[in-house]
């Protein structure tokens, strides 16, 4: 999650805005003001809870997210909106201000680097190193595999790391931006990592770009990660995939843990094909990296993970514990989905409950090949599972055995092997085909779902991990970034069709640079951030005419989802000047509603033609 994503989350925009504007009223289940960009007697400025948005139905028709209001109403650009926000979210904000030369995210690598050097080096040479190294070795971890991954040590200090890389030339700010050290709220900042065990995590190339570190004593958290910087995403990282890359292509297979013990002794084991996500549930990105070496992925899980993640429902929710910390991880129907749209094939490896991969192996090694050869596909693995525990003559067991299945079957794209698990189902639980292909529908039609997911589990139990992303506008820009021969095709793209600020501000900023380089150049630190997210998702490449063809259909329909957009917020508007007495602003709102009308018309008319001259060409 990004710094904006983070703010977003932390904060209402009713609550913001209110601020600003002291007259805001509660209107049904919206706010409504006097505009105040505008002058006018009745109010038409309207704030959307649901929606986190807010527009003006006067004079001056302007609206967006609070990030939008803020700029307009401080007269301010977004960098100092996100300061402003962020300082009411208490979201710290990494500054950037590197040496120009290099590219940023070269130097950052290199400080991590450096730093990992440091650990290494204080994990041979310090009193706590050797009491860290006896930790090691006493979970079987030989010296040879320490140095082949650079497990380091971190000491008791406030700023050592500081102090040293300092000397070594580096700038406080790029400390923080290499997300090495915690920025104090008043001045001043502090070591991020002390008395841990230390894991460099490199990326496919073997560059440093962050850290997970394990407390070695009773610290909280027990775990803990680099932070999302310029070159770290955890969701976009596996630890060892470095080491692992040349035997996950050549055994055509990878096999995803959960613990950087668990893939060091792997590894040392000489089962290489193993890399571990970083804490955090496998991400549709995680399943993009690997895809560049093979399609086949087992996931690892004890037991009672994997009883958990074929038993819950909805895409991702927060359910296993690692090393007592909660995280998110996807279940069932989550890794159908991932198999479908990336053309993967996800199998679950069932380890005896309680036991990590790491147990497993240091008992036997053959024990490890015989589960890895017992896993099962996902979707195999959950059916059985599920009916092993269904008492067919209970009613209620049946229908949860349905509502368990059928989420999983709507995943699934090809007609036959649809209706083979369909069969499937309906054997299994004794009710006909239909009437459960009936029920499947259900689930087809809540795609694509609502932005924020509405069957989150309980906050206390969640890490946050909800997106307010906007993926059309993201997948815009997206192309536009990756296809630069699609600049002369957007004239009719326009920035206020986007929800974010964010991707509006990176659509300005793209029209006024010539390629990406010099974008990223442009951009201030949190609006990289937002791009690297951006470019890091997963997406099969697009050739010639289709890149362009993507474009105008994503253009078509942003411009289609706007019209729509703000004929919701006039029909609200509607229903409450059709209570009060008010004729002649309803005149007025209703003579727009047509307007829009008509304009929606032309963009249903022109996808309609599309698609026809789209089979037409395909029929020649
Ligand atoms: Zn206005």
Redesign the pocket.
């Known amino acids: 999650m990004d710094t904006v994503d983070e703010i977003k989350q932390r904060l209402d925009i009713v609550e913001v805005l209110s601020s600003y504007v002291p007259d805001l009223k509660k209107s049904g289940r919206n706010f409504k003001a006097v505009?105040p960009?505008?002058s006018e007697k009745t109010p038409?400025?309207f704030v959307f809870p649901e929606r986190q948005s807010w527009h003006?139905f006067?004079?001056?028709g302007t609206g967006g997210d609070m990030f939008a209001f803020v700029m307009r109403k401080e007269g301010v650009d977004f960098k100092e909106a996100l300061n402003i926000l962020a300082e009411r979210a208490g979201v710290l904000v990494v500054q950037r201000k590197l040496d120009e030369g290099k590219s940023e995210a070269d130097r950052l690598k290199e400080i991590n680097e450096a730093a990992a050097e440091y650990f290494h080096d204080l994990l041979f040479h310090s009193a706590g190193g050797q009491r860290t190294r006896e930790y090691l070795i006493r979970r079987g971890v030989s010296e040879k595999t320490m140095r082949q991954f650079l497990i380091g040590y971190s000491q008791d200090s406030w700023d050592s790391l500081r102090q040293e890389l300092l000397k070594r030339g580096y700038h406080e700010n790029e400390l923080s931006a290499a997300g090495l050290q915690v920025e104090k709220e008043k001045e001043g900042s502090y070591d991020r990592f002390r008395n841990r065990l230390m894991f460099p995590i490199r990326d496919m190339a073997g560059r440093v770009v962050g850290f997970g570190a394990r407390a070695l004593d009773d610290s909280l958290p027990k775990y803990l990660n680099s932070p999302q910087t310029l070159i770290f995403d955890k969701g976009s990282s596996l630890y060892g995939i470095d080491f692992a890359k040349l035997a996950i292509r050549k055994e055509n297979l990878a096999v995803v843990v959960e613990g950087y013990m668990d893939v060091v002794v792997a590894h040392q084991h000489g089962f290489t094909n193993v890399v571990a996500s970083l804490g955090t549930a496998l991400t549709e990105r995680h399943v993009g990296i690997v895809k560049k070496l093979t399609n086949r992925l087992v996931l690892a899980l004890d037991a009672d993970a994997a009883g958990e993640m074929a038993t819950l429902r909805g895409i991702e929710v927060a359910s296993h514990t690692f090393d007592q910390k909660v995280v998110p991880m996807p279940t069932s129907a989550g890794l159908v989905k991932y198999e479908e749209q990336l053309d993967a094939e996800i199998s679950v490896m069932v380890l005896p409950e309680g036991k990590d991969p790491d147990d497993v192996i240091k008992e036997s090694p053959h024990e490890w090949e015989r589960l890895l050869k017992e896993a099962a596909p996902v979707i195999d693995y959950t059916f059985d599972l599920v009916v092993s525990r269904l008492d067919t003559t209970k009613a209620k067991d049946k229908s949860q055995a349905a509502d368990q299945l059928l989420p999983l079957i709507a995943e699934i794209k090809h007609p036959v092997r649809q209706a083979h698990y369909l069969q499937r189902l309906s054997r299994a639980v004794a009710v006909d085909e239909q009437t459960l292909a009936a029920s499947l529908g259900q689930f087809k039609q809540n795609k694509p779902g609502p932005r924020r997911e509405t069957k989150s589990p309980p906050p206390s139990r969640m890490v946050t991990h909800l997106s307010s992303g906007d993926s059309l506008a993201e997948y815009c820009l997206y192309l536009l970034f990756t296809y630069p021969d699609l600049r002369s095709h957007t004239s009719d793209l326009r920035a206020d069709q986007f929800l974010n600020t964010e991707d509006r501000e990176l659509l300005l900023a793209w029209q006024k640079t010539t390629d990406l380089d010099s974008l990223r150049r442009e951009l201030d630190f949190s609006l990289q951030e937002h791009l690297n997210v951006l470019m890091s998702r997963a997406t099969p490449p697009l050739h010639g005419e289709v890149q362009e063809r993507a474009l105008r259909q994503c253009i078509n329909r942003l411009r289609e989802r706007w019209l729509k957009e703000l004929k919701a917020k006039e029909q609200i508007l509607i229903s409450e000047l059709e209570g009060a007495d008010k004729a002649t602003d309803l005149q007025e709102i209703q003579k727009s509603a047509v307007k829009l009308n008509a304009e929606l018309g032309e963009v249903f008319l022109y996808g309609k033609e599309r698609k026809k001259r789209a089979s037409g060409e395909g029929d020649n």
């Open positions: 505009c960009f505008h038409s400025f003006c006067g004079a001056c």
